[in-house]
Every structure is written in C-alpha cells, then in structure tokens.
C-alpha cells in the first residue's frame, strides 16, 4: 500500500501571514527606525520632536512603533509555523488511517500514529469493498490472527474520520460490527467465510 503524501506548504492559511511579516518588515519597521533616528532635536513642551523636515510623530512614539512592529513580526511567524505544524500532523493522520484501512503497518504504530497527530480539519478516509475483502483474504492466508483481526475492526469502528463507502454502507457496517464483537453470532472463521462469500457475491454483482 503507497504510504500518504508528505503535506505541501499550507499556502491557504500561511499567505496573510507571510505577507504580514513582508508588510511589517520592508515597510513599517523601517519606517519607524527612520524616525527615531530623524527625530534628534526634542522641543520641551510640545510634545514633539522636529527636524528640517518638518514635525514628524516623535522618537518615543516611533521607538513604540519598531517595537510592536517586531512583536507583529514574531505574531506573524508564529501563525505560519503553527499551520506547517497543523498541516504535517493532519498529513500524518491521514497517511495512518490509510494504512489502517488497507491493514498495510502494524496496528500498535499506527493506532500510536493516529493517537498522536490530532484530529481537526482531518479528511476522512473512505473504507471500501476492496479494503475488507484484501483484510479478509490476508486473514485466511494465516497473516493475521483472531486477535489482530477483531483488534482492527474494532479501531476502524471506534474513529469517526474513517467513512464507509456509500455504494456499499450498510454491508461494510454489518462485516465490521460482526468482525469487532463476534462471539454473540459465531466463530470467527465462519463468519470471515460468510463474509467472504457475500463480498465476493456484491463484487461479481457490480463489475457485472
């Protein structure tokens, strides 16, 4: 199974930012140093300083300026390293529950992975046919036991963010809710055959 896509620059939601940061930095900031180092010649009791030029804002109020210019500036890349780290975590999530699907790591890893990457702003990710019947087939092969098997059932049903397909909702709902509680219908080998044949049975029915 092709492991997710490593997330791409999270343009969307770091352009105002960066474009912020540019703003503050190639204009206000140094527009503000310019005056503080204008502003020399402090008049008492006007509140103001004046040069050749003229009255400008004043070396106090143009140093509070550069100050919170550089505040805005630290703001500014705050917001954009917190969407590149929301981004690479809903990227991780993503990768982990496509790898749950399709049962293709180690189950402890990525319930670890999933675990750990947070859940907002997630796509979901789609259970299909294809994905229970390569689980199953990979069950009756003798690579995963009834543990580990009832094991994934019962962790794709406990995640919101994994759907199921809509063509064939209510037969992957039945096959995982009999896979993660078996004991109150049968034996799990039977009922991975039952289940077997009835996929294969809605497969044949489709393609045909």
Not at 46 to 64: H, K, L, N, Q
Not at 124 to 149: C, E, F
Not at 156 to 182: G, H, K, Y
Request: proline letters at 6%.
């Amino acid at each position: 199974m092709k492991r997710g896509k490593e997330p791409s620059w999270p343009w969307s939601e770091a352009w105002p930012w960066a474009v912020g940061i540019l703003v503050v930095t190639f204009f206000v900031l140094p527009w503000s140093l310019m005056e503080v180092g204008r502003c020399v010649d402090y008049v008492p009791g006007y509140g103001e300083s004046f040069c050749e030029s003229g009255p400008v804002i004043g070396r106090p109020a143009a140093t509070i300026v550069g100050a919170m210019s550089a505040l805005l500036i630290l703001y500014f890349l705050y917001r954009i390293i917190g969407a590149l780290v929301r981004r690479r975590r809903m990227g991780r999530r993503e990768a982990a529950l496509k790898d749950l699907v399709a049962f293709s790591q180690p189950l402890t890893g990525v319930r670890s992975s999933i675990a750990g990457s947070g859940r907002t702003g997630v796509r979901p990710v789609i259970l299909t046919v294809h994905h229970l019947q390569h689980v199953l087939a990979r069950y009756v092969a003798g690579d995963l036991d009834d543990a580990s098997l009832e094991e994934w059932a019962q962790t794709v049903q406990s995640l919101d963010d994994i759907r199921f397909d809509a063509n064939d909702r209510d037969l992957i709902a039945q096959a995982i809710f009999e896979l993660s509680t078996p004991e109150p219908f049968e034996r799990l080998p039977a009922i991975v055959a039952r289940l077997r044949l009835k996929l294969n049975s809605r497969g044949n029915g489709t393609t045909g």
